[in-house]
């Protein structure tokens, strides 16, 4: 057998003009700890809501091998988590997630990104969250997408704007003791999707729809 045979989402590939995303691979896991460990934000303040960013150099890779192993855990046909390693030319920069709970009744996605700082600002962060976009309605057969962020996060909220989302109330969260602030909630319908110019090719969805409900 291979690997794919045994989880077929290690065989999932999601082409973008620039971009490659696949479901994180362990192979993927040095490439992925060294985009986080080079710097994703500014110290000052965390843009998750888990703080994992604030981990010591030395603890953060395994911590973050250790989650994403823990997400393949979570994946049944009804609640799943996918984090997608983001290749852009031969390194890795990031991360996309796409993740549902009940989704065959709630036919809603959420998603979560991050991306090294030297590649920010340049529209990558767009294209990513779109293609998982064009995936979740076009293929899965989505019809609402939900994410948010800390209120002050213009890139992300940026993204979410550009793509079509609509502000969808307002929590607080607390990443760090003692700092709470507000996350702006914002929530996609499938018709209001701002879709780019190019299209995603996709290789190896077939033997992964047991996976996803
Ligand atoms: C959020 C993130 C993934 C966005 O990716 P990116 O590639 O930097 O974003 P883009 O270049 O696609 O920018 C999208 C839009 O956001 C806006 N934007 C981006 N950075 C901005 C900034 N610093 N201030 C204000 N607006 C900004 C712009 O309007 C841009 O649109 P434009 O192309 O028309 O100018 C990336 O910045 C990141 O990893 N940040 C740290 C981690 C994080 O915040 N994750 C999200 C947690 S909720």
Sequence with gaps: MNLEEIWPLFGLEI?????????????????LAQ???????EPERTPFSVPWTDAAPADLPRNLASYQWSLRNRVSAENWSIAFAV?????????????????ADRRTVSTGSWLTRSVHG??????????????AFDVLGAEWA?????????????VSKK????????????PRPGEPVDEQRVRLAKRSFVRPQWSISIRGADPVWPSWG
């Design 122 to 135: 340049q529209g990558i962060g767009t294209e990513m969250r779109a293609a998982l976009l064009l995936f």
């Design 163 to 174: 793509l079509g989302y609509e502000l969808n109330g307002v929590t607080r969260v607390a």
């Design 146 to 158: 939900e994410s948010g962020a800390a209120s002050w996060n213009e890139a992300s909220l940026g």
């Design 35 to 41: 985009a986080a460990l080079d710097g994703v934000h």
């Design 15 to 31: 082409t973008t003009p620039r971009l490659v995303l696949r479901p994180v691979r362990d192979i993927d896991l040095p490439g």
């Design 87 to 103: 290749h852009h030319g031969d390194r890795v920069v990031g991360s996309q997630d796409l993740s549902a709970h009940d989704f």
